[in-house]
Each structure stands twice: as C-alpha cells, then as structure tokens.
C-alpha cells in the first residue's frame, strides 16, 4: 500500500500515454500485462543459464507493473471501466501474482519454503480484502506490501539477483530471502487488514 497511495502522484507517466489509446480496449492492456508476467517467471527460471535471462525478465516485469497501471488510466480516462474490466484486472492480477512468485521459487535462486511462505501470504492478505468487499464493506488496499509494492520489490531483488549471480548470503541467494519477507509481510498484513474490516462490520 505504501507504494499504491503514490499512483496518483506518478500519474504522469501513464496519462500521457493512456491520452493516446482511445480507441483501446482496457482489457486487451490487462491480458498483454498478464502475458507479459509469465514470461519474466520463465526469463526468472532461464536465468540459471545466464544473467542476460535476468536482464530480460527485469524489463518484462518492468513492462506488465507499467502495463497494469496504464489500463485503469484508460478505463478511467475514456469512460470505459465496467464490472467485467474489473473482475478481469483483480482475476489477472492474482494470476500474475502467482506465476511471479512461482517462477521466483522454482528458479536456481529460489527456495521451495519460502516460495510456499510468499504465495500463501500473498494470496491471504489479497483474500482479506476482498472478502471485506463480499461482506458489503470497501475493499481493503491497506497496509504492507500492496501489489505495487510487491512489484518494486521484486523488481530491485532483480537487479541485485543479476550483480549477485552465484553469490549466497547467509545461505541463500537474495531471491529466496525476498520470498520469506514478502510471505511474512503478508501474513502480517492479512491480520492488519483482518482486523481492519472486522472492526467495521457494524
């Protein structure tokens, strides 16, 4: 969230854009961002073999965090957000959730553990806060790591993965590390946002 509250502010890098493809349709800008977070998990995964395959999978993901932000801007900028543009960008999201945190854990720099730790917090503290929103509430956004967030992280762990190739800290490599703290993170998380909506149900 704390990463989520600035897109407002670093609107300018989408609207410019977004001015531009009136005649887009915003879904078809969530699918390519989808498109785009499979294959970093299969660059992620190739980076075993060189750290050129990082340095793609940094770009990708680079490409579908920009991507997930410009298809609101559209959606918003040309009157074209709907429940079912919603429901697939929520849908989409979860998805690429997974496939990226899957592909962290299943590359050599990964760690089974912690990649179980990372999804089932991630996905907990996502569920909190629709489950708020099922229950006649606002959806929850709230707390640490918002998917932004997540995003920024994975992204920066990228970067030191490729200058850190082969080189362990403490035992495991910078990618396994960052798994456990996104999964603690979101446990954590999921009870903030837990007590949240459970406090506003009246």
Same mark, same amino acid.
């Given at each position: ?6 897109r407002k502010n670093a609107g300018f890098l989408v609207d410019g854009v977004a001015s531009r493809l009136e005649h887009v349709n ?6 390519? &961002?989808? *498109?785009?977070?499979?294959? @970093? ?5 190739? +980076?075993? %073999?060189?750290?050129? $395959? ?52 299943? &590359?050599? *720099?990964?760690?089974?553990? @912690? ?5 089932? +917090?991630? %996905?907990?503290?996502? $569920? ?75």
């Amino acid at each position: 969230m704390v990463l989520d509250k600035s897109r407002k502010n670093a609107g300018f890098l989408v609207d410019g854009v977004a001015s531009r493809l009136e005649h887009v349709n915003p879904n078809s800008i969530t699918i390519i &961002s989808f *498109f785009l977070a499979i294959l @970093f998990a299969v660059f992620y995964y190739l +980076g075993r %073999f060189s750290f050129l $395959y990082l340095v793609i999978a940094f770009f990708l993901l680079s490409g579908s965090s920009y991507l997930d932000a410009l298809d609101g801007a559209v959606a918003r900028r040309f009157n074209k957000s709907s429940k079912r543009g919603d429901f697939l960008d929520h849908l989409l999201d979860r998805y690429s959730d997974f496939v990226i945190l899957f592909g962290l854990t299943v &590359s050599l *720099f990964g760690n089974l553990y @912690f990649g179980i730790i990372a999804i089932a +917090g991630t %996905f907990l503290s996502s $569920y909190v806060g629709t489950q708020s929103q099922a229950v006649g509430l606002n959806r929850i956004y709230g707390g640490f790591p918002g998917r932004a967030d997540r995003l920024v992280i994975v992204m920066i762990v990228t970067i030191v993965q490729i200058f850190t190739t082969g080189i362990p800290i403490f035992g495991y490599y910078i990618t396994s590390w960052a798994l456990l703290f996104l999964g603690v993170a979101g446990f954590i998380n999921s009870v903030y946002r837990a007590s949240l909506a459970y406090r506003s149900i009246s």
